[in-house]
């Protein structure tokens, strides 16, 4: 739903300015800002499912899409660099490997957790995991 | 960066199944339908990532992601018991109330975002035309055509690799580190309380404590 309404925002602010001929040209060869915004709404289809999700093992696998629209923004402004012959362009692609790295230690402890939990509760929905509530 | 042609079409093509994908991960009741949706919106993503020209980075994020990261995921689900949810008897979204709150949240998080991509992009657009004038680079045609003569070769991988050794090389150690500590917390976090008597882990008090209540625990022995 919220996807919806951003698209809904993004085309209103685009044909608003009468330039819907640039918006065709513009999805006919998209640029840095398309993947900006694919990035943008990977990473906020992410924190809604971190945010609305039960299942704790779900909320994980949105962490890893939240993680992957980071790495895209990295690469798309690493190639926009490099055409510009920016000094650092190859920074963000090395970056994006740090951020795979890290990703792949979080999951490994925290699906570590998951199954410590689930020994000791009995449960992997996060609303019954209340240790730490008073 | 101006994509033009079939790289346009397909950029579209992943873009969309990436987001389509990702919606249905979030959507979806059965975790494993989950696991899989995460699954092709990674790849898709890996094929932004070649259209970008970084195929090195494709390359980790399908071996490490697909081949690891998401077989650990599965193995998890299996190991852990989700029968409720499938058959459609446990609610998957949390309470109704916190539900909105944080749709709320995201939709303000979406707007701002996009206004800021919007905005942000005119300045950046402005910025690029001055440096493309002063520099006027274009790598590419530099670079040796391939056998079908089509495309041209790119040193992505090369470079990539040069950076991360001679500027990344601490970091780069760290990350090592950050693995192995991973590795041995994840082993020492699933260990099972016989696992953890039989390798004389356990304080001898609890171990009493356990044992009245579990008493083949009290039954293991202890290896050294």
């Known amino acids: 739903m919220s996807i919806l309404l951003s698209l809904a925002v993004l085309l209103f602010q685009e044909a608003s300015d009468g330039r819907v001929a640039q918006m065709i040209k513009g999805v006919r060869?998209?640029?840095?800002?398309?993947?900006?915004?694919?990035?943008?709404?990977?990473?906020?289809?992410?924190?809604?499912g971190v945010l609305t999700r039960r299942n704790i093992i779900v909320i994980f696998m949105s962490i890893e899409l939240i993680l992957n629209a980071a790495n895209l923004n990295f690469i798309a402004f690493s190639r926009y660099l490099q055409e510009t012959g920016?000094?650092?362009?190859?920074?963000?692609?090395?970056?994006?490997?740090?951020?795979?790295v890290v990703a792949a230690a979080e999951a490994a402890i925290g699906l570590g957790i998951v199954i410590a939990l689930y020994r000791n509760k009995e449960t992997i929905w996060v609303d019954e995991i209340d240790l730490l509530k008073w | 960066m101006i994509l033009s042609g079939w790289e346009a079409f397909f950029f579209w093509f992943f873009g969309l199944a990436a987001i389509f994908a990702g919606l249905l991960t979030v959507m979806a009741r059965n975790a494993v339908h989950c696991a899989l949706f995460l699954i092709s919106s990674l790849v898709s993503v890996a094929a932004l990532f070649v259209l970008a020209h970084a195929?090195?980075?494709?390359?980790?994020?399908?071996?490490?992601?697909?081949?690891?990261?998401?077989?650990?995921?599965?193995?998890?689900?299996?190991?852990?018991?989700?029968?409720?949810?499938e058959q459609g008897r446990e609610e998957i979204f949390n309470r109704?109330?916190?539900?909105?709150?944080?749709?709320?949240?995201?939709?303000?998080?979406?707007?701002?975002?996009?206004?800021?991509?919007?905005t942000g992009y005119q300045e950046l657009q402005?910025?690029?035309?001055?440096?493309?004038?002063?520099?006027g680079s274009d790598q590419d045609s530099n670079l040796p055509p391939t056998a079908t003569g089509t495309s041209r070769l790119t040193a992505q991988t090369e470079t990539v690799g040069g950076i991360l050794y001679r500027y990344g090389s601490l970091p780069f150690e760290i990350a090592?580190?950050?693995?192995?500590?991973?590795?041995?917390?994840?082993v020492m976090l699933a260990r099972t309380l016989k696992q953890e008597v039989s390798a004389d882990d356990v304080d001898?008090?609890?171990?009493?404590?356990?044992?009245?209540?579990?008493?083949?625990?009290?039954?293991?022995?202890?290896?050294?």
């Not at chain 1, 060869?29 to 906020?44: M, N, T, Y």
């Not at chain 2, 650990?72 to 190991?79: A, E, T």
């Not at chain 2, 916190?98 to 919007?118: D, K, P």
């Not at chain 2, 402005?126 to 520099?135: D, E, L, Y």
């Open chain 2, 96 to 118: 109704p109330r916190q539900v909105t709150a944080s749709l709320v949240f995201c939709f303000l998080l979406v707007a701002g975002v996009l206004f800021a991509v919007n």
């Open chain 2, 204 to 224: 001898p008090d609890v171990l009493q404590e356990e044992a009245r209540e579990h008493p083949e625990v009290a039954r293991v022995e202890v290896s050294s």
């Open chain 1, 29 to 48: 060869s998209p640029d840095l800002s398309k993947f900006l915004v694919i990035g943008a709404l990977l990473f906020i289809i992410g924190v809604a």
């Open chain 2, 55 to 85: 195929e090195f980075i494709a390359g980790v994020q399908i071996l490490v992601y697909v081949g690891g990261v998401m077989v650990l995921f599965l193995f998890v689900i299996m190991l852990v018991n989700v029968g409720a949810e």
């Open chain 1, 86 to 100: 920016s000094v650092n362009a190859y920074a963000g692609q090395v970056f994006a490997v740090f951020v795979i």
């Open chain 2, 176 to 186: 090592s580190v950050l693995l192995l500590v991973a590795i041995i917390g994840s």
């Open chain 2, 126 to 135: 402005k910025r690029a035309a001055i440096q493309m004038a002063t520099t």
